[in-house]
């Protein structure tokens, strides 16, 4: 088994949106790596024959769903966390953008909330937000329009906590959608004291540390990202 993380890099009127889902995935690699197989797994593979921009149907067409147009995607980076080897990086090189909405384009600091349910009590529910709201899918009050939700929201939640799988040669990995609960630690050298956090360097630690068999659900009101306000970075 391993813990992998996938960090979608993506661009918003000149501001970086980054957003990082983890899998756990299981089986035994034989031609390919778990990173290379999750990535496939996530439709960022472009074939030319997919539904949108010629990208298969899978997480990264779902996200493309609930975007405005201005939303342009950089690219995937998917990675062991214990490996140093294991990685795989996907720049988008056909362009893949955004599909929801049209001339009403939101700030930035607009995101779409969704988050997971609980299934060990240690471990808190995940959280995401997605930038890129298209203010003509909000009622007033920063609701999102009833419509929406079933057509493109509902199947980014059912995508988000789907169990994938890549066929390589014969060999089928499976990757976990998983909640990732991370080790505390001080930040060396800060003063006042600051602490952040980090993966477990322990595997095993790790691995006993994750909460899988997630359900997603969408907070049906927009939420604001200060993070992502004009020149703050992601």
């Given at each position: 088994?391993?813990?992998?993380?996938?960090?979608?890099?993506?661009?918003?009127f000149g501001?970086?949106?980054?957003?990082?889902?983890?899998?756990l995935?299981?089986?035994?690699?034989?031609?390919?790596?778990y990173?290379?197989?999750?990535?496939?797994?996530?439709?960022?593979?472009w074939?030319?024959?997919?539904?949108i921009?010629?990208?298969?149907?899978?997480?990264?067409?779902?996200?493309?769903?609930i975007?405005?147009?201005?939303?342009?995607?950089?690219?995937?980076?998917v990675r062991?966390?214990?490996?140093?080897?294991d990685f795989?990086?996907?720049?988008f090189?056909?362009?893949?953008?955004?599909?929801?909405g049209?001339?009403?384009?939101?700030?930035?600091?607009?995101?779409?909330?969704?988050r997971?349910?609980?299934t060990?009590?240690?471990?808190r529910?995940?959280?995401?937000?997605?930038?890129?709201v298209?203010?003509?899918?909000?009622?007033?009050?920063?609701?999102i329009?009833?419509g929406?939700?079933?057509a493109?929201?509902d199947?980014?939640?059912?995508?988000?906590g789907?169990?994938?799988?890549?066929?390589d040669?014969?060999?089928?990995?499976?990757?976990?959608?998983?909640?990732?609960k991370?080790?505390?630690?001080?930040?060396?050298?800060?003063?006042?004291?600051?602490?952040?956090?980090?993966?477990?360097?322990?595997?095993?630690v790790?691995?006993?540390n994750?909460?899988?068999?997630?359900?997603?659900?969408?907070?049906?009101?927009?939420?604001?990202q200060?993070?992502r306000q004009?020149?703050?970075?992601?």
């Amino acid at each position: 088994m391993a813990i992998m993380e996938a960090t979608l890099t993506q661009q918003y009127f000149g501001q970086t949106l980054q957003t990082r889902f983890n899998y756990l995935a299981s089986g035994t690699p034989s031609a390919v790596t778990y990173s290379f197989g999750l990535t496939n797994a996530l439709g960022a593979i472009w074939d030319g024959v997919g539904p949108i921009g010629g990208y298969p149907t899978g997480l990264m067409t779902r996200i493309a769903d609930i975007q405005d147009p201005n939303v342009t995607f950089v690219s995937l980076v998917v990675r062991d966390v214990n490996s140093v080897t294991d990685f795989f990086e996907q720049p988008f090189v056909n362009p893949l953008v955004g599909q929801l909405g049209g001339d009403d384009s939101g700030s930035p600091t607009l995101a779409v909330g969704f988050r997971t349910n609980r299934t060990r009590t240690d471990i808190r529910p995940g959280q995401k937000r997605f930038g890129g709201v298209n203010e003509a899918v909000l009622d007033p009050g920063g609701i999102i329009k009833p419509g929406v939700i079933p057509a493109q929201m509902d199947p980014l939640a059912t995508e988000m906590g789907a169990v994938l799988s890549y066929d390589d040669s014969g060999n089928i990995l499976t990757f976990s959608p998983c909640i990732v609960k991370k080790e505390k630690y001080e930040v060396p050298g800060s003063d006042p004291v600051r602490y952040a956090y980090r993966y477990y360097e322990d595997q095993s630690v790790g691995e006993a540390n994750i909460m899988t068999s997630i359900i997603w659900s969408l907070k049906t009101q927009v939420r604001t990202q200060t993070s992502r306000q004009y020149g703050r970075g992601v």
